[in-house]
């Protein structure tokens, strides 16, 4: 069936460190993908986004890398910070799905000082 | 710029009792409109969306129900809770074409209800 997993549920970095968070999707007619953070209590906030046109977008610190041929997603946090600590989820959209965004499951980020 | 109102934060309601939940958003018009439930430690599930005022798609079949009685407002209730409908519930906008195949623009969740059934 359709899905968009992650491959790791938690992950664990010292401040300053670097901080890739992977995604899976199997759709590959999947267009559109979105990075949320979603801190404790809160909705998730859009991070970076990327269409399927595209391989790489940056932001600020971070950079959102998209491999179609293998069907992964990642996102890489420069610099992680502690207020980087969060659940990190990836989506994906897709023409036919209309407006509707498939959500992976989340990946908890715990950043160490 | 546009900004999302959800409330209450916080709920807890006995089973059987009737619920609310309310969702407006500001700086917009048309918008999208969507509810979400994310349950503990899980990714979120999309219950309804809607496109315009009146119109609900459903997503899953379901103890709840949503309308749109205006433009930027949005509702999802239920007239007999069940202990199943414990979650954390969110509403989302997206600007108007994403259904038309502009998919290209997030979603942009407000912060959620909290809600508990005892």
């Known amino acids: 069936g359709e899905s968009v997993g992650l491959h790791l549920p938690t992950l664990s970095v010292q401040e300053g460190d670097n901080s890739i968070i992977n995604c899976a999707y199997s759709?590959?007619?999947?267009?559109?993908f979105i990075w949320y953070k979603q801190e404790s209590g809160k909705g998730p906030q859009f991070i970076i986004d990327?269409?399927?046109?595209?391989d790489k977008r940056q932001g600020q610190r971070v950079t959102v890398l998209l491999n179609k041929t293998v069907k992964h997603l990642s996102l890489q946090i420069a610099a992680t910070q502690p207020g980087d600590s969060a659940v990190y989820f990836c989506a994906e959209m897709r023409e036919t799905s209309g407006s509707r965004l498939t959500f992976g499951e989340g990946t908890q980020l715990t950043v160490n000082p | 710029s546009q900004t999302i109102h959800q409330w209450p934060a916080t709920l807890v309601q006995p089973v059987g009792s009737p619920l609310s939940l309310e969702c407006t958003v500001e700086g917009t018009s048309n918008p999208n409109l969507y509810w979400y439930r994310q349950a503990a430690g899980r990714g979120l599930q999309l219950l309804f969306y809607s496109v315009g005022i009146g119109q609900i798609s459903s997503e899953v079949p379901q103890n709840l129900s949503a309308s749109r009685p205006q433009d930027r407002q949005y509702i999802l209730s239920s007239k007999k809770l069940l202990l199943s409908d414990s979650g954390f519930y969110l509403c989302?906008?997206?600007?108007?074409?994403?259904?038309?195949?502009?998919?290209?623009?997030?979603?942009?969740f407000g912060n959620g209800t909290r809600l508990t059934v005892t």
């Open positions: 990327i269409r399927s046109n595209m």
């Open positions: 989302a906008w997206s600007p108007a074409g994403v259904a038309q195949g502009v998919y290209n623009s997030p979603l942009h």
């Open positions: 759709n590959s007619a999947s267009d559109y």
